[in-house]
């Protein structure tokens, strides 16, 4: 596969000293997609929060590519068990995670990621144990495909394209549309909100083809349920009830497979993180690491 980028784009909040839990957020979706209340509550509780830019996306390193990639060749390979020709894997982007703790000194951390995140922090606990503290696992998947199939609008909507993907008030209009889609039923922001922040990312940093990238990355992982199986992290999987991207059943498949893991389920919650439902989710995962403290994050310790 390939090396790691050379930079990755982090922000660290709260007291270095304090145990950390690092953020790893999911397609496309830059340390943003994090929103800041729930970073401070987080913060609030005594924990040191680490988000960041994956490679490929925000302000991060950018993978070198020869050719476009083909998303639907890929998919038709996955279907048929064909290996997936991919410029990195999610355990490249494991190993980004990594690098940056090594780079901030964090020894061990409490580990959180959502979506393709959660997939990325999955891999992370089964191939580095020694550097988690805790697991978990938000919106995501075990790769089974089989409890993993979106609806047919929100598979449309994650393959759909900006009607301009070089004018970024289409590119807004695109995002506002998708997470119309995919977003908490019970939850819902206006346009307006979604506007705003969704403004933010893209004036902040787009690129799509970075994306397609990581999208072949999530489609050449395939099934990870053995991967699982092996995992020693304490455990919390979080799951909206209402998740079309996503359905339930993947999250339901993915603590079945970690042993000891525990599922929390939320009702009205989609494939978003709605700022009703921020107090919470900091609120259960606060809670998850207090259970499975740390006595230090420095690799000093």
């Not at 490679?55 to 390979?77: E, F, I, T, W």
């Not at 805790?134 to 919106?139: A, G, P, R, V």
């Not at 991967?227 to 799951?239: E, F, N």
């Not at 209402?242 to 599922?263: C, E, F, K, N, Y």
Request: glycine share 8%; hydrophobic share 45%; net charge positive.
């Amino acid at each position: 596969m390939s090396a790691a980028p050379l930079h990755i784009e982090y922000e660290s909040l709260g007291d270095p000293a304090r145990p950390a839990i690092v953020l790893i957020m999911g397609l496309g979706m830059q340390l943003t997609g994090w929103p800041d209340s729930f970073c401070q509550a987080l913060v609030a509780r005594g924990y040191r929060v680490i988000r960041f830019d994956n490679r490929d996306c925000g302000l991060s390193g950018r993978a070198p590519a020869k050719k476009r990639a083909n998303l639907l060749l890929a998919m038709a390979a996955a279907a048929l068990g064909l290996p997936v020709r991919t410029p990195y894997a999610l355990e490249d982007m494991a190993g980004d995670t990594i690098g940056l703790m090594d780079s901030l000194g964090i020894a061990r951390a409490h580990i959180v990621g959502a979506s393709m995140g959660g997939m990325i922090a999955q891999v992370l606990a089964a191939k580095f144990p020694q550097r988690v503290q805790s697991l978990t696992s938000i919106m995501s998947t075990s790769g089974n495909r089989r409890v993993s199939k979106p609806t047919k609008p929100a598979r449309k909507a994650l393959l759909s394209r900006p009607a301009d993907p070089k004018d970024p008030e289409s590119v807004i209009d695109h995002l506002v549309e998708m997470f119309g889609i995919i977003g908490s039923p019970a939850y819902p922001s206006t346009r307006e909100e979604l506007r705003l922040r969704l403004g933010h990312s893209v004036r902040r940093a787009y690129y799509p083809a970075g994306v397609a990238r990581q999208l072949l990355a999530v489609i050449a992982a395939g099934d990870r349920r053995k991967q699982l199986r092996t995992i020693g992290a304490p455990t919390l999987v979080i799951h909206g009830a209402d998740d079309p991207l996503v359905p339930l059943a993947a999250g339901r498949d993915t603590a079945q497979h970690i042993p000891g893991a525990s599922l929390l389920v939320i009702d009205g919650m989609g494939h978003d993180f709605p700022e009703a439902l921020m107090p919470r989710l900091a609120t259960a995962i606060a809670d998850h690491c207090d259970k499975n403290p740390a006595v230090s994050s420095s690799a000093a310790a």
